[in-house]
Every structure is written in C-alpha cells, then in structure tokens.
C-alpha cells in the first residue's frame, strides 16, 4: 500500500453481520456485536493510517422494517458502543460526526450521540462520520425543501441554485465525497447510501463478512483502489 496515496475519504457498507451470526448458530444480535467489534479496529486502523475522512452505514431510513428487537438492540449497541470507546476515539483526536435525521432515535440513543459529538468536536484527526437513519434519497429531497423554503422565501434565486449549493444542503455538506466505497459480504449494490456523493467514488465489494473485516482487509481495499485511474469523465 502507498501511504502517500490513500483515498481522503473511505465510505463503507457494514453488511453481513447477520449472515456471519447464522453461519455460527448465534441470534442476529451477536453478528451485529461482532460487527461492532470489526468496527472499533477499522476506526483505529483508519485513524492510524491518517485517513481524514470515514462514513460508515450503521443504520438506513429503510433499516426500521426489520423486527423491532433487531432495531432496539442495535441501537442498544450503539449506546453501549459510545460508553465503551468515547473516550478512546477522543484521545486518538477522533472527530465524531452523523449524517442523517438521528433525532428519531430512541431518547438515549440520542443522549449518547449528543455527548459524543460534544466531547469530540474540537479534535482534528479522523472525522468518524455514521450514518444513523440515513437514506441519501431522503436527504436529497430533505436538501431540495430546504432550498425550496428559501426561494419562497426571496433568500434565493432559482436560477442561482448550483451543484455546490445542492450540496451545501445536504447532510454531508461539510464532507468531502468519499473516494473509496466499500461493501462487505458479497452484494454489489448502494442501498441508499450517499448516492449524490459518489457520483466518481471508486468501489471495492469484497465477499467477506462484515465481522471478519479486519484491517488488514481494509488495507487491501485501499490497494486495489490504488490500482485505478480515476478520470471524473476527462481523459487521463
Ligand atoms: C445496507 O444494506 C446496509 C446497512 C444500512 C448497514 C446495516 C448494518 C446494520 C444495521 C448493523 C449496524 C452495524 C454495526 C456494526 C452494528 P441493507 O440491508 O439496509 O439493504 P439491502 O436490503 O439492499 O441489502
């Protein structure tokens, strides 16, 4: 791996905690502890390397059709997640960040995020960014009232709407598009996951499940990304 070109921004798709939690004859729960786990090493190993940027996919806009103990148990995870490893990730100078409408989350779900984007947001190392009741869809129309308001309200002209505007509204405004997609556990599809912002992002799928994602998988990823020639629609 090059450490002189790593991407600036990895986004990834934590799929297949389920899957690595039947295989072993475990309840669902167990597979998203697992994955929680692999998760806590990914952040670090990121961090380490001097990443700037990390977007993971914790939980869609669409995840709420699952059974209702599969949903409160991640989110108890979460909660436990934030308890165990804030202040770790404070003292790596890890910058915790959410995209997505987390204030539908249970009250201390919630509480807990609050207090990990407060303690963590002076730092200037990694910005962990999750995306917690995420949907890009949703943040695009989300993005597309919020211009609408201001035209009605005369704060702005129609024809003065442009693609950096759009993407001031939207929830990663303040984020650079990632570079690096990556999904785990074998299926070759976004699922609603930042389908503005990787309009030229490079993308890695890898059969392995999320749980048994180590870093040195990441590592891997990273270098097959080094071997692409990214041409955002010129010529090289
Ligand atoms: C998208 O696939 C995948 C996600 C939104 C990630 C889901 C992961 C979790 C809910 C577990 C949380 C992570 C940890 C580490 C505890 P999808 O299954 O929503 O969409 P699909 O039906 O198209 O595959």
């Known amino acids: 791996m090059d450490r002189e070109k790593l991407p600036n921004h990895i986004a990834i798709v934590m799929d297949g905690n389920g899957r690595w939690a039947r295989s072993k004859s475990l309840p669902r729960l167990a597979g998203h502890n697992a994955g929680m786990i692999a998760l806590k090493e990914i952040v670090k ?8 940027h990390l977007t993971v996919y914790a939980f869609s806009t669409e995840n709420w059709k699952r059974p209702e ?3 409160g148990g991640i989110f108890n995870l979460l909660v436990h997640y934030v308890e165990r490893e804030l202040e770790e990730l404070n003292q790596n100078n890890v910058k915790v960040k959410i995209i997505g409408d987390y204030n539908k989350l249970p009250k ?14 002076d730092n200037t190392g990694l910005q962990f960014n999750i995306a917690l009741n995420y949907g890009s869809r949703d943040e695009i129309v989300r ?3 919020l211009i609408a308001d201001k035209v009605a309200n005369n704060e702005m002209k129609a024809e003065d709407i442009t693609q950096s505007i759009f993407k001031e509204h939207l929830f990663t405004s303040a984020i650079p598009d990632p570079d690096l997609v990556i999904r785990t556990s074998g299926e070759k599809r976004l699922s609603n996951f930042l389908l503005w912002q990787s309009a030229y992002s490079e993308f890695v799928f890898t059969d392995t499940l999320w749980p048994d994602f180590t870093p040195e998988c990441l590592e891997d990823a990273i270098k097959e990304y080094q071997k692409r020639v990214r041409r955002f629609g010129g010529l090289k």
């Open 108 to 121: 201390k779900a919630v509480q807990k995020i609050e207090e990990a984007l407060i303690k963590t947001r």
């Open 45 to 52: 190993r990121t961090s380490s390397l001097g990443v700037k």
């Open 143 to 145: 993005a597309t009232k």
């Open 69 to 71: 103990n599969e949903v």
